[in-house]
C-alpha cells in the first residue's frame, strides 16, 4: 500500500485536480448504487408500496414538493432519487459485468494468438479483424436479438440482464485480444519468458503467471474507459427497447420513460436520469483519460 | 495482388453467410405478422390460408434456404408491412441515410480533424483543455439525448431549424437529394450533428495523440533543426503523416455512422434505411428486416475490403496485422 | 428566339398560377404516428388506413359530424322487403379519373368487400348479393334480417369497377400475392380530395377536389385545398413539430403535452370522447391458468376473484395521475354513441380494497396469488402505465402481477394464440352498434364469421349466447331489450374489468376550425383555415 502511496501514479493523481474530482464523483455512484436498497429512501420495485396519487409531484424545493421524494416522482409515484439509485444500480452491474467479460475473453485469446502464433494467431486476429468492422452497438443489437429470438418470450425478464451484458461484452473483446497479443509478442521473446522455456515450465503456465502481469497496463486502461462505452452501449439498447426490462429500470431505460415527458412540464422526469447517466459516464471517462497519459510515458 | 483480392473475397462470403443466416433467423420468432396482416376482424380459415401462402408453416431451414437463394438474386419478396418489393423499399431509402452519414462525415472531419492538429500542437493551452473536456461530455451523452436537446433548443426554442423529416427534396432519376435546395439542407444540420459528434470527438482524439507521437520523431526535429517554419513542420510534414490512419479510421467509421443512423433517424423522424429498419422492427416485417442487415453487412464487408486494398497499394507489409486498430 | 420567347411566356404564366395559387392556399400539415400500410379501400380494417381514405373515398351512407348517418353516395335507403335493402344513388358524380359513378359500380364495390381477400367481412357478413335495379338503383339483398345495414355500410367506400379492372384489381390486394398491386399506392374515389403524391411513411399529399358533389351541399364550408399529410412517430418530435410551426394539424398529441400545447400562443387542442373502450380480460376457460401460481384450479372462474380484481382498481386515480383527465371510466361493455348503450348499466363497482381482499379471501385465496398480465405498450393511450398502475393496485390487495408488456405486434400475436391468462385490450366500434362488441368479445367462439373472434379469455355462457343471436334478427324494441339484458349480464358475470372509454384529444395550429369526431378520423371537408 505504502509502495501504491510513492508511486508515479499516485504522484499524478494527486497533481491533477480534474481527476480527483472524478475519482470522488465515481466513488459517490458507485457507493449510491451499490449501497441504494440500504441508502435510498423507497423501494421502487416494491409495486405494493407505490401511491398513484402521489405522482408527478415536483423536487423538494418545488413548489408542491414532498419531503419524502427529494428529487420528485415519476408517473406512476415512484421516488425518483430512488429509481435512480436502483437504476444506477443496474447500469453499473451490467456496465462492470459486460466490461469484466470482454476483458477476460480478450486476454485470454490475445495471449494465445500472441503466445502460440501460427495458425492460432492468424484466425483469431481475422475473427477480431472482422468483428472489429462492425460497430459494436450493432454486434450487440445482433447478439441481444438472436438470443431473444432462441429463446421463448416467458424466460425474458429473467434472463435478459445477462443476454445484455453478453451481448455488449461480446461486442468489445477485439480491443483486448489485440493489444494483449501486441504485447505478448513482444514479452515472448524476452529473457525471462525464454528462461522459463527452457526450463520446461507448461505454456499455460508461463502465459498466466510470467506474461501476464507485463500486459495488464494497456488492459486497464482500455477496460476503464470500456466502462463508461458499455454503460452508453446499454442505455441506448434500452431506449431502443431492447435493453434491460422495464421491471427493472436502468438509468437507459428512465430515460426513455423521461423522454415522453420533455415538453409536458415533468422536468425532473427528464432530467435527473440523464444528468446521473452523464455524471457516471464522464466521470469514469475522465478518470480513464488519466490513467491511459499516465500510464504512456511517451505522451507526457 | 490477384491472390490476395481472391483470398479477401473469400474470407468476406462465410461472414454474408453468417450474418444472413442471423438476420433470418434473429427475427423468425419475434412478433407475428399473420396478426398484422389480417387486422381486426378474420376467420380462422383466412389466417390458415395465409400462413400456408407465406410459407410459414414450412420447416426453419426450408425457409432459411429459399430465403437466401432469392437474397442472392437481390430479391427479398413484399414487404408484409407495405406490401411492397423490399429492394425497392431500402432503394428509395438509401439516398436519405447516405447523405445523412456523408455529412456527419464531413462535420466529423471538418470540426475534428482541426481541433485535433490544434490540442496536439498546444497541449497545455486553456483551448485545448476545453476541447478535451467537451471531447469528453459529448462521448458521455447518448446520440437520443443529443438530438432532442438539439430539437428542443433550435427548433422549438429558437425556430431557426426544422425538427424532422428531410424538407424539400429533388428528385434526380431514382436518386432524391436534399442538397439542392434551402430547406433540404437545413433539414441536413441538426441530425447531421448528432450522428457526428461522436465521430468528431474520436477522430479530434486520434488526430492528436498521432501528431503528438509524430512531433517526437526524428525527422520531425531534423525539420525544425533546418530551421523551417513551424507552420511547414507542422502542416507539411506532422499533420500529412497523421492523415493515413485518420482517413483509414474514418473509412471504417463510416459504418459505424451508418449503423448508429437507426437512433437519430428515429429521433429525427429521417426518412431513412435506419428508419425503416425501426419501423420493420415493430410490425415484425421480416423481408426487411433481413434484407437491412444483410445490406449493412455487405456495405460493412466492402469497406473493409476496399481499407484492405488501400493498404495493400500502399504498403505490401501491411498485409497481415493491420497498423493502428481502434 | 421563338422558343426563348414561349419559355418566357410559359415563365410568366407559371409564375402567375404560383402567385395565385399561393393567395388561394390553404394547405393543411397533418401528422399522426402511423402510416397508412396500404391504400386498397377494402384490404385493411385499421384505423391508419380509413383515417387517410376517408378524404379521398365516399361510402354510400355517410357520417355526420356527429357520427349520425347521412346521404353519401346513397340520396336514400329503405328496407323494401325484410332481406332487400334499396338505395336510390347521387346522379352525376365522377371519380377523379373521370369514371361516371353509377349503380354498377356499387355492385362491383359490394362484391369487392366480400371477397375473401377482404378485411371488412364483419361490415357485410349478411350480405347475400347487391343487385343493380337500374342505372342509379341499387338493390343489397341480405341472407337474414340485418337491421343495421346501414350502420355498417357507412364503412364500405366505393370504387370504381372500370378502373379497378383496367388496373387488375377486382379483388382487394392480397398481402399474399408476390406481386404489387395497383390499389396499394393509387386511389381513384370520389371524395373531397384526391391523391397527387404518396411516398410511403414520408409523405402524402391529397388536393381538393373541386368537382366533389358534397361542396355544393349546406354545412360543407371546408376551404382545405390541399393537405400534406406526414407519419411522425416519435411523440416528442410530434409536439416538437407542432410548436415549431412545421405542421398544422397532430391527430394524436401524447396527453402529458396537452397543457403545454393548449398555453403555447399558436397552438390549441380539440377533445372529445372517442368511441373506443379499454377494459381487462380474463382467461375464464382453462382449468388452470398458464402464468399463475396457482396449481389445479383457476381462480379467474370464480366469480368473486374476478370482482375483487375489479374492486381492487382505483380508476379515479387513474384518471387523474397517468390519463390526465382525458378518459371516461366506465363500468360497461361501450360509449354511448354507441346504439344499445344503457345509463343504468354504466355502473363501476366501486373502487375498495378491503372488499377485494374479503373477497379474495372468501373465494379461498387469503395470502392471494401470482399472475401475469400482458398488455401492449404502443397501441392504446399511456396502455403501458395504466397496466403498470393496476399491476401495483392488484399488488396492494396481495394478487402478485407480473407486467408483460410488449408491442403491438407480438402482443396480438400472443393473445390471438390465446396464449395469455389475463390481458388489456382497447376495442372500437365502427358500425357504432353493441353487436359489433357482443358478437366478436363475448359470444362463445363457434368458427362463424365474427362470432367470438376476440374473445381471447374464452368466455363462454350460452344466455349470452341466446341474447347475441337476438341482437343479429331482431328488431326495434326487442333488439334494444336484448341488448339491455347482455348489458346487466356483462355487468353481473364480471368476464371483463371494463376501465375507461379513451378520450381523443387533436392539437392543431390556432388558425385551424375542425370539427372533433369520436371515431377519431378527421374530415378534412370540414377543416377551416384562417
Known amino acids: ?163 445484455v451484458i453478453f451481448a455488449i461484452g461480446i461486442s468489445n473483446w477485439p480491443q483486448f485480444a489485440r493489444t494483449v497479443r501486441g504485447s505478448t509478442l513482444v514479452e515472448r521473446n524476452k529473457e525471462y519468458v525464454q528462461a522459463a522455456r527452457v526450463i520446461g515450465l507448461p505454456s499455460l503456465k508461463i502465459m498466466a503467471q510470467h506474461v501476464l502481469p507485463n500486459v495488464m497496463s494497456p488492459v486497464l486502461v482500455i477496460a476503464t474507459l470500456n466502462l463508461g462505452f458499455a454503460i452508453l452501449a446499454e442505455a441506448t439498447l434500452s431506449f431502443l427497447g431492447v435493453g434491460v426490462p422495464p421491471t427493472q429500470p436502468s438509468l437507459g431505460t428512465l430515460i426513455r420513460i423521461g423522454n415522453d415527458f420533455l415538453f409536458s412540464g415533468e422536468w425532473w422526469i427528464t432530467i435527473f436520469p440523464g444528468v446521473a447517466l452523464i455524471i457516471m459516464v464522464l466521470s469514469v471517462n475522465l478518470l480513464g483519460d488519466w490513467l491511459r497519459d499516465a500510464l504512456n510515458p511517451k505522451l507526457r | ?101 456523408l455529412c456527419a462525415a464531413i462535420v466529423a472531419l471538418a470540426v475534428g480533424v482541426p ?41 422549438v426554442w429558437l425556430g431557426w431549424l426544422p425538427s424532422f423529416g428531410r424538407g424539400d427534396v429533388v428528385r434526380l432519376g431514382w436518386w432524391s437529394t436534399g442538397f439542392l435546395t434551402w430547406g433540404g439542407l437545413k433539414a441536413l444540420i441538426l441530425p447531421a450533428i448528432t450522428l457526428g459528434l461522436f465521430q468528431l470527438t474520436l477522430i479530434m482524439r486520434l488526430v492528436r495523440s498521432e501528431m503528438m507521437e509524430v512531433l517526437r520523431t526524428d525527422y520531425i526535429k531534423f525539420a ?29 467509421q463510416l459504418g459505424a455512422i451508418i449503423a448508429f443512423a437507426i437512433v437519430t433517424e428515429t429521433v429525427f423522424q429521417w426518412p431513412g434505411m435506419g428508419l425503416l429498419f425501426i419501423q420493420s422492427v415493430g410490425s415484425a416485417d421480416i423481408p426487411v428486416m433481413a434484407a437491412y442487415l444483410m445490406m449493412i453487412a455487405l456495405v460493412f464487408v466492402t469497406i473493409n475490403l476496399v481499407v484492405d486494398l488501400l493498404y495493400y497499394a500502399v504498403d505490401p507489409r501491411l498485409r497481415i496485422g493491420r497498423g493502428k486498430g481502434h | 428566339m421563338m422558343r426563348r ?181 393509387n386511389t381513384n374515389g370520389t371524395g373531397a380530395f384526391r391523391m397527387t403524391a404518396r411516398e410511403p411513411d414520408v409523405r402524402t399529399v391529397l388536393s381538393r377536389n373541386p368537382d366533389w358533389w358534397g361542396w355544393r351541399e349546406a354545412g360543407n364550408v371546408g376551404n382545405v385545398t390541399e393537405i400534406q399529410f406526414r407519419p411522425i412517430a416519435s411523440d416528442a418530435t410530434r409536439v416538437a413539430a407542432l410548436l415549431s410551426g412545421e405542421v398544422d394539424f397532430v391527430l394524436d398529441p401524447p396527453i402529458q403535452d396537452l397543457n403545454r400545447l393548449r398555453n403555447a400562443p399558436n397552438t390549441r387542442v380539440v377533445e372529445g370522447p372517442e368511441v373506443r373502450t379499454l377494459f381487462i380480460a380474463m382467461d375464464t376457460f382453462r382449468d388452470e391458468l398458464l402464468y399463475s401460481d396457482v396449481r389445479g384450479r383457476n381462480p379467474l372462474r370464480d366469480l368473486r376473484v374476478r370482482q375483487a380484481l375489479y374492486h381492487a382498481i382505483d380508476i379515479a386515480a387513474i384518471q387523474r395521475t397517468i390519463m390526465r383527465g382525458q378518459s371516461v371510466p366506465t363500468g360497461t361493455l361501450f360509449p354511448e354513441q354507441v346504439q344499445g348503450f344503457v345509463r343504468e348499466e354504466d355502473v363501476r363497482l366501486p373502487f375498495d380494497a378491503a372488499r377485494a381482499r374479503a373477497l379474495l379471501a372468501e373465494a379461498g385465496y387469503p395470502k392471494g396469488f401470482e399472475i401475469t398480465l400482458d398488455c401492449s405498450n404502443n397501441r392504446y393511450v399511456n396502455d403501458e402505465q395504466i397496466c403498470q398502475a393496476i399491476a401495483a393496485m392488484w399488488a396492494r390487495v396481495g394478487v402478485r402481477t407480473r407486467l408483460n408488456s410488449m408491442p403491438i405486434a407480438p402482443f396480438f400475436a400472443k393473445i390471438q394464440r390465446d396464449d395469455t391468462s389475463i390481458f388489456m385490450l382497447g376495442w372500437g366500434v365502427p358500425t357504432l352498434d353493441g353487436l359489433y362488441s357482443f358478437q366478436s368479445l363475448l359470444a362463445t367462439r363457434n368458427g362463424a364469421q365474427g362470432d ?70 378527421p374530415q378534412f371537408r370540414w377543416a377551416v383555415v384562417n
Open chain 2, 1 to 101: 495482388m490477384f491472390s490476395f483480392i481472391v483470398s479477401r473475397l473469400l474470407q468476406a462470403l462465410p461472414v454474408m453467410l453468417v450474418v444472413s443466416f442471423i438476420s433470418f433467423a434473429m427475427f423468425a420468432y419475434v412478433g407475428d405478422p399473420v396478426a398484422i396482416m389480417l387486422g381486426q376482424d378474420f376467420t380462422e380459415a383466412q389466417r390458415q390460408a395465409l400462413i400456408t401462402d407465406l410459407g410459414l408453416d414450412k420447416p426453419f431451414f426450408v425457409q432459411f434456404l429459399s430465403f437466401l437463394g432469392n437474397a442472392a438474386q437481390g430479391e427479398f419478396g413484399l414487404s408484409y408491412r407495405l406490401s411492397r418489393p423490399v429492394a425497392e423499399l431500402i432503394a428509395e431509402r438509401a439516398p436519405a441515410t447516405l447523405e445523412l452519414a
Open chain 3, 5 to 185: 420567347m414561349m419559355l418566357a411566356a410559359a415563365m410568366l404564366l407559371g409564375l402567375g398560377m404560383a402567385a395565385d395559387a399561393l393567395a388561394q392556399a390553404r394547405v393543411v400539415r397533418w401528422a399522426a404516428s402511423g402510416d397508412p400500410n396500404t391504400l386498397d379501400p377494402h384490404s385493411q380494417n385499421v384505423g391508419t388506413v380509413s383515417m387517410v381514405l376517408r378524404q379521398i373515398y365516399d361510402p354510400l351512407i355517410a357520417r355526420n359530424q356527429r357520427l349520425g348517418l347521412e346521404p353519401g353516395l346513397a340520396l336514400s335507403w329503405t328496407q323494401v322487403e325484410p332481406n332487400r335493402w334499396r338505395f336510390v344513388l347521387r346522379q352525376g358524380v365522377k371519380f377523379h379519373e373521370g369514371e361516371d359513378f353509377s349503380a354498377e359500380d356499387v355492385v362491383f364495390s359490394i362484391t369487392r368487400a366480400l371477397a375473401p381477400t377482404s378485411n371488412f367481412g364483419i361490415f357485410v357478413d349478411t350480405i347475400e348479393r347487391a343487385e343493380a335495379v337500374d342505372r342509379f338503383t341499387v338493390d343489397i339483398v341480405t341472407k337474414t334480417v340485418d337491421p343495421i345495414l346501414p350502420n355498417k355500410l357507412a364503412s364500405i367506400f366505393m370504387v370504381s369497377k372500370g378502373w379497378s379492372e383496367r388496373h387488375n384489381a377486382t379483388r382487394p390486394q392480397n398481402t399474399r400475392q408476390r406481386e404489387e398491386m395497383h390499389t396499394v399506392r
Open chain 2, 224 to 252: 525544425r533543426a533546418r530551421g523551417l517554419p513551424n507552420r511547414a513542420v507542422h502542416f507539411g510534414h506532422a499533420l500529412k503523416n497523421t492523415l493515413v490512419p485518420v482517413i483509414t479510421i474514418a473509412g471504417l
Open chain 2, 115 to 155: 481541433m485535433g492538429v490544434y490540442t496536439g500542437l498546444y497541449r497545455n493551452s486553456w483551448l485545448s483543455r476545453f476541447f478535451l473536456t467537451f471531447s469528453l461530455v459529448g462521448v458521455s451523452l447518448p446520440t437520443f439525448l443529443i438530438g432532442i436537446l438539439l430539437i428542443l433548443t433550435f427548433s
Open chain 3, 452 to 521: 367470438g373472434i376476440w374473445n381471447h379469455g374464452r368466455y363462454s355462457n350460452p344466455q349470452m349466447d341466446a341474447l347475441v343471436q337476438r341482437m343479429k334478427t331482431q328488431q326495434g324494441a326487442e333488439r334494444q331489450a336484448a341488448m339491455r339484458e347482455a348489458l346487466r349480464l356483462y355487468r353481473e358475470d364480471v368476464p371483463h374489468i371494463p376501465l375507461h372509454h379513451q378520450v381523443v384529444p387533436w392539437a392543431m395550429r390556432s388558425n385551424i376550425q375542425m370539427p372533433h369526431m369520436a371515431n377519431n378520423e
Open chain 1, 1 to 163: 500500500m505504502r509502495a501504491f502511496f510513492q508511486s508515479d501514479l499516485w504522484w499524478s493523481f494527486t497533481r491533477s485536480p480534474v481527476t480527483v474530482a472524478s475519482a470522488i464523483v465515481a466513488f459517490i455512484c458507485i457507493a449510491g448504487a451499490v449501497l441504494a436498497p440500504v441508502l435510498a429512501p423507497h423501494n421502487p420495485f416494491d409495486l405494493a408500496s407505490l401511491q398513484l396519487m402521489d405522482a408527478f409531484k415536483p423536487p423538494v424545493w418545488g413548489s408542491e414538493g414532498d419531503a419524502t421524494y427529494p428529487l420528485g416522482t415519476d408517473d406512476q409515484g415512484r421516488d425518483m432519487l430512488s429509481a435512480i439509485m436502483y437504476g444506477a444500480r443496474v447500469s453499473l452491474l451490467v456496465g462492470f459485468c459486460a466490461v469484466i467479460f470482454s476483458t477476460t475473453l480478450g486476454v485470454a485469446l490475445g495471449l494465445l494468438a500472441g503466445y502460440l502464433g501460427g495458425k492460432v494467431d492468424a484466425v483469431l486476429m481475422r475473427i477480431a479483424d472482422i468483428q472489429l468492422t462492425f460497430p459494436s452497438i450493432l454486434v450487440a443489437l445482433l447478439v441481444d436479438g438472436v438470443v431473444r429470438a432462441a429463446l421463448p418470450r416467458e424466460t425474458h425478464d429473467q434472463i435478459a440482464l445477462f443476454v
